[in-house]
């Protein structure tokens, strides 16, 4: 079955400070991968996805940038944070190329930026 | 352009009593519907989805939902809160190969 990774589970930066935020999935290839954002009290908002290794679509511009390394890799990157970057950070993951869009999510990220 | 409303963002029901979450849509093709659960600091679970046929969905955790295309609205019920049920419920619509659009969410808590 497949199974979606994230971490870390909590993170407290500084601002200015870089970030790092990594997502594997198991169990499936090729998938469609997704980065949300879901501040406090708000709905979510999608960041990135990708259909494919080095191919990433940003949908909200701003301080963050993705990358997808490898098949089943998908990671969340600042150079340097703002306050406003903190939020509940979602990854998820589709079967590559259905038009059903059901997307499957991981447990997600917790960033505070102070 | 698509978009989903949730017109309730807090709702408190005691267990037991019955539930609808409103959603509504806006889209301009057959939409791809679906409800997901948060609950406090986890990730989304799918509850039901719709696709085509049927107009009523049975999910799981004894949700359903009915897609009415007259009224664009997706609306998710169960007849019977648990205290397990409080949790945060989003209706999204699917547009395209790649994107999911979701609402603010609805928030719900059931007292005893």
């Known amino acids: 079955s497949q199974t979606i990774h994230q971490w870390p589970a909590t993170l407290v930066q500084p601002v200015g400070s870089p970030l790092s935020l990594e997502c594997t999935v198991e169990?499936?290839?090729?998938?469609?991968l997704y980065w949300y954002r879901q501040a406090a009290g708000r709905g979510l908002q999608l960041l990135f996805y990708?259909?494919?290794?080095?191919?990433i679509s940003s949908e909200v511009p701003q301080n963050l940038s993705a990358s997808r390394p490898q098949d089943r890799q998908f990671i969340l990157s600042s150079k340097k944070l703002l306050l406003s970057d903190s939020g509940f950070y979602l990854c998820?993951?589709?079967?590559?190329?259905?038009?059903?869009?059901?997307?499957?999510f991981g447990p997600g990220t917790r960033l505070t930026v102070l | 352009a698509q978009s989903v409303t949730q017109p309730d963002i807090h709702i408190t029901v005691s267990e037991g009593a019955s539930l609808e979450l409103r959603c509504n849509y806006s889209?301009?093709?057959?939409?791809?519907l679906f409800w997901y659960v948060q609950s406090p600091g986890q990730g989304l679970q799918l509850l039901l989805k719709?696709?085509?046929?049927?107009?009523l969905v049975q999910g799981i955790k004894g949700f359903e939902a009915e897609f009415k295309r007259s009224q664009s609205s997706f609306n998710l019920r169960k007849p019977s809160v648990h205290w397990s049920d409080a949790a945060e419920y989003f209706c999204?619509?699917?547009?395209?190969?790649?994107?999911?659009?979701f609402g603010t969410g609805t928030r719900l808590t059931v007292i005893p």
């Open positions: 990708s259909v494919g290794i080095g191919q």
């Open positions: 889209y301009g093709a057959t939409p791809y």
């Open positions: 719709y696709f085509s046929g049927d107009t």
């Open positions: 169990g499936t290839s090729n998938p469609n």
């Open positions: 998820a993951w589709s079967v590559g190329g259905s038009s059903y869009n059901e997307q499957f």
């Open positions: 999204a619509v699917g547009a395209g190969a790649n994107n999911l659009f």
